[in-house]
T-cell receptor, first 115, second 112 residues
């Protein structure tokens, strides 16, 4: 079952802020929002995650709405190397003798940074 | 620091041949380990996960199996490959249920 909805693709000019939206209207109170990205033919790379407060790190900012039903990943100054598929994931927990976190990936947003 | 190694990077195998993909993690102990597959133009599908030695959980029925003979070693296998087994296979690990996952660089398998 898809837990998140993202636009299939977006364009952004190099040097501008890239704002990637994600809807997760069925998120439960103890589920985090995670963002990963996958550059072509590489493994996914963790970007950022949050529960309900906005978060910022050296790669990006994550803005989560007050009702937690949607979020936006912001890349403040996009470069050509940011071209990738970006995955928004609501993290589910598998309980199996201690728990494991099987991330469920949707199709993501293909972000294309234009020179 | 922790690192994850996955090999080989690319593999071409005939239909009906066996498969063994290996993944090892360094710099941590008792990690959760995962195998994902990504078919061409599609998202990542979780195949197997493991919370400890000898403990394997399968997410989807398939022609593949997984084993964890050592704490930081995760192996994906098949006795007889099918054309539909072609894809990009990724190994990942995390330390606990509230931490981010780290992925290997993947193995691109082509079954011919």
């Amino acid at each position: 079952d898809a837990k998140t909805t993202q636009p299939p693709s977006m364009d952004c000019a190099e040097g501008r802020a890239a704002n990637l939206p994600c809807n997760h209207s069925t998120i439960s109170g103890n589920e985090y929002v995670y963002w990963y990205r996958q550059i072509h033919s590489q493994g996914p790379q963790y970007i950022i995650h949050g529960l309900k407060n906005n978060e910022t790190n050296e790669m990006a900012s994550l803005i989560i709405t007050e009702d937690r039903k949607s979020s936006t990943l912001i890349l403040p100054h996009a470069t050509l190397r940011d071209t990738a598929v970006y995955y928004c994931i609501v993290r589910g927990i598998y309980y199996s003798g201690g728990g494991a976190d099987g991330l469920t990936f949707g199709k993501g947003t293909h972000l294309i940074i234009q020179p | 620091s922790q690192t994850i190694h996955q090999w080989p990077a690319t593999l071409v195998q005939p239909v009906g041949s066996p498969l063994s993909l290996e993944c090892t993690v360094e710099g941590t102990s008792n990690p959760n380990l995962y195998w994902y597959r990504q078919a061409a133009g599609r998202g990542l599908q979780l195949l197997f996960y493991s919370v400890g030695i000898g403990q394997i959980s399968s997410e989807v029925p398939q022609n593949l199996s997984a084993s964890r003979p050592q704490d930081r070693q995760f192996i994906l296998s098949s006795k007889k490959l099918l054309l539909s087994d072609s894809g990009f296979y990724l190994c990942a690990w995390n330390q606990g249920a509230d931490t981010e996952a780290f992925f290997g660089q993947g193995t691109r398998l082509t079954v011919v």
